[in-house]
């Protein structure tokens, strides 16, 4: 198995960041390195819990393979119920996924290999979110590179995609 990049970083920036005109409507932002991506799902806690004890995401009778399987490579899309930081090694969202209106689920078969191959850690980040609410909740003005320097959000970086994957992604339509 591969080893998750690390969730915080030891030299963030500290100036909040204004947005950017030049950003895409739609772009991947992820935490990665050249073997794993960490992308988040949200459960309850009757499924993700036991699949933070067990490392496996089926580890509960809750947990359905065929239910459609909700990935999203940003941490700003974790602000829900039970959220879970997964280390996926080996993810093509080409190989064999059928993308049509949900270009960030899987389910079917490449949500069984997901689950049973694909999944390198699965960490709770439940506290963090929450703690990042409470700051965003009292700190209306504090920046990205804050929030990243108290460990309250991953450095995340743009992840290139060729032109084929953008195509099967929608990334280029409005």
Same mark, same amino acid.
């Given at each position: 198995m591969t080893a998750k990049p690390s969730m915080r970083t030891s030299?963030?920036?500290t100036s909040p960041q204004a947005p950017n005109p030049s950003i895409p409507y739609r772009q991947i932002r992820a935490a990665y390195d050249s !073997? @794993?991506?960490v992308l988040y799902q949200a459960y309850s806690s @009757?499924?993700?819990l036991p699949a933070v004890a067990a490392q496996?995401?089926?580890a509960s009778p809750s947990y359905k393979p065929t239910r459609m399987t909700w990935l999203k490579p940003s941490w700003a899309w974790m602000i829900e119920t039970r959220a879970r930081a997964v280390g996926s090694g080996t993810f093509d969202p080409a190989g064999g996924a059928t993308v049509s209106e949900h270009p960030d689920?899987?389910?079917g078969e490449v949500g069984v290999k997901w689950v049973e191959e694909w999944i390198d850690g699965i960490e709770d980040v439940t506290d963090m979110a929450r703690r990042l609410k409470k700051?965003? !909740?009292e700190e209306a003005e504090v920046g990205e590179g804050e929030l990243i320097r108290r460990g309250l959000m991953p450095r995340e970086k743009v992840y290139e995609l060729d032109e084929r994957l953008r @195509?099967?992604?929608r990334m280029d339509d409005w």
């Open positions: 030299n963030p920036s !073997d @794993t991506i @009757t499924i993700a496996k995401l089926n689920g899987v389910s700051v965003l !909740d @195509t099967i992604l």
